[in-house]
């Protein structure tokens, strides 16, 4: 094993094989991940990946050193669906001449960043290195950083590009390995492809790379005429910018692999002559809601914000770290109100444990390490915190609580907030309420269920009697 490996193993969609990870430069270990494209409210199947690629970045930063690990997470701020949100919103007020399509956009595009910025920070995830936005990348630029105009002139000149139509496409037979990715090749999407509606491509696989703008559209001179870019060609400019012609790592979740990374791999290596683009490509599973597809129309389709803010996901609002526990990497999702309330029971054991140690350690427990450099097994590192909670809990020992501060330091390093456990006193008042009623009615095993369950959360019951009146009265206190 070569020091640079440092024991991770990651899954590589490529290759589809679990691979020991050694970076390009240990000194600079290098992520890029697809991010929103900023048009309307994110759904919870996009807070997926930014937390999952949150924690990669977390663990690549303990192996490697802070300062050592690039992460780029771009925003697609140019995309037709924006211009379609911005005519909708600010139709009125662009008909009559008082906001132009450009300033809607902006408006559109700004504000839903902002939001975008709001909840992926409620669900504890650390802002990436560089946050790019695509509109900043379509022109050449002053700093010389790679730019999506440069790059599709380089692959119009090494023949991987044409102009038909009005538009630039690639060229995907010129390409002899393209689709390696998603493990399609050429004739069998021609055959699978229906009839050319697009009679100008040369293949019907070949995909855009810049099309002409109306001139209400938002649009860039170019060679090829006043126009915008293509979906996928943003991120090989961008990812070039800030990570070089080859990097470590590109994530997104599942449904990019084709043909949005596809793509971006065929424009890059195609455009920087190279062999490949990432080394390792990773992909996030699929999310559910509660047993079915998430979709507009079957009305399951829940943004972050609404899960955050309001309550239309099981009749109550979620904590971001709720959220943060339920999401897992590679396995498909079922997100549930059952799943959620498992993580928040789940997720308040594990602070009132790592509560009984006044400071976290200072090394991570080395098999909570262990289990996510397999692959990010989440589902591993959290029984591991089970089992450090229950061991936190039992000891009785004199000194510090090993246990307790090494549960601590796993939580605080998978982004859940440490700070001392606050106890809800409604809560508890209303779980006594209720366990006096079982009582009153002879239900002894509810009664005794309730009370375990505020025992493992470090809630103890007195039971006692009113000296006036006889009644029964229940006291609580925190179990230490
Ligand atoms: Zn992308």
């Known amino acids: 094993m070569s020091d640079a490996s440092k024991g991770l193993s990651l899954y590589n969609t490529l290759t589809r094989a679990k691979e020991r990870f ?38 690549l930063r303990q192996l490697y050193g802070e300062k050592h690990v690039t992460y780029v997470r771009n925003i697609t701020d140019v995309d037709d669906k924006i211009n379609a949100r911005a005519l909708r919103d600010f139709g009125a007020e662009i008909e009559v001449g008082t906001l132009s399509l450009n300033d809607a956009i902006r408006r559109v595009t700004e504000k839903t960043a902002d939001q975008y910025h709001k909840d992926v920070a409620a669900l504890g995830c650390l802002e990436p290195t560089h946050e790019p936005r695509a509109t900043e990348f379509v022109a050449p630029r002053a ?10 002139a380089q692959l119009i000149e090494r023949g991987h590009a044409y102009v038909a139509g009005g538009e630039v496409l690639f060229d995907t037979a010129s390409m002899p390995d393209y689709g390696e990715l998603s493990k399609r090749n050429l004739d069998e999407q021609q055959a699978g492809a229906r009839i050319a509606v ?8 070949d995909f855009v790379l810049w099309k002409l703008s109306t001139p209400e559209e938002p649009g860039w001179e170019s060679p090829w005429g006043r126009g915008r870019p293509g979906w996928h060609i943003e991120c090989s400019a961008m990812s070039a910018a800030y990570l070089g012609e080859i990097f470590d790592i590109h994530g997104g979740g599942l449904d990019l692999i084709f043909p949005h ?23 996030n ?10 979709s507009k129309s079957l009305g399951n389709f829940y943004s972050i914000h609404e899960l955050l803010e309001t309550e239309t996901f099981g009749g109550r609002k979620w904590p971001g770290e709720v959220l943060r526990l339920a999401m897992h990497y590679r396995e498909p999702i079922d997100f ?27 090394d991570l427990p080395a098999y ?27 000891f009785t020992g004199a000194g510090e609580n090993a246990a307790a501060a090494s549960l601590k330091a796993a939580l605080a390093f998978l982004g859940f907030d440490v700070g001392a456990a606050k106890v809800d006193e409604t809560v508890i008042a209303a779980a006594i309420a209720r366990r006096l009623r079982f009582i009153a009615d002879k239900n002894w095993p509810e009664g005794d269920r309730i ?20 009644q029964r009265v229940t006291t609580w206190e925190i179990k230490r």
């Not at 909570?368 to 039992?394: I, K, M, P």
């Open 22 to 59: 050694v970076p390009i430069d240990p000194q600079n270990v290098r992520m890029y991940v697809c991010g929103p494209t900023v048009y309307d409210f994110a759904h919870i199947g996009n807070a997926r990946p930014a937390i999952v690629f949150d924690v990669l970045f977390r663990l």
């Open 143 to 152: 700093d010389g950083k790679a730019d999506m105009l440069s790059l599709i």
């Open 198 to 205: 697009d009679v100008h491509k040369k293949n019907p696989g």
């Open 261 to 283: 990374h596809e793509n971006e791999i065929a424009q890059s290596r195609c455009a920087h002559g190279t062999k490949v683009m990432a080394n390792v490509w990773m992909h």
């Open 285 to 294: 599973g699929f999310l559910q809601v509660e047993g079915q597809k998430m």
């Open 336 to 362: 549930s109100v059952r799943k959620l309330e498992e993580a928040e029971n789940t997720l308040r054991k594990w602070k009132r444990a790592a509560d009984l140690a006044p400071a976290a350690a200072r």
């Open 368 to 394: 909570v390490l262990e289990a996510l450099s397999d692959d990010l097994a989440t589902y591993t590192a959290f029984q591991r915190l089970t089992q450090l909670a229950g061991e936190a809990v039992e």
């Open 451 to 470: 009370r375990d369950e505020l025992l493992a959360q470090g809630v103890q019951l007195k039971d006692g009697k009113d000296p006036v009146t006889g």
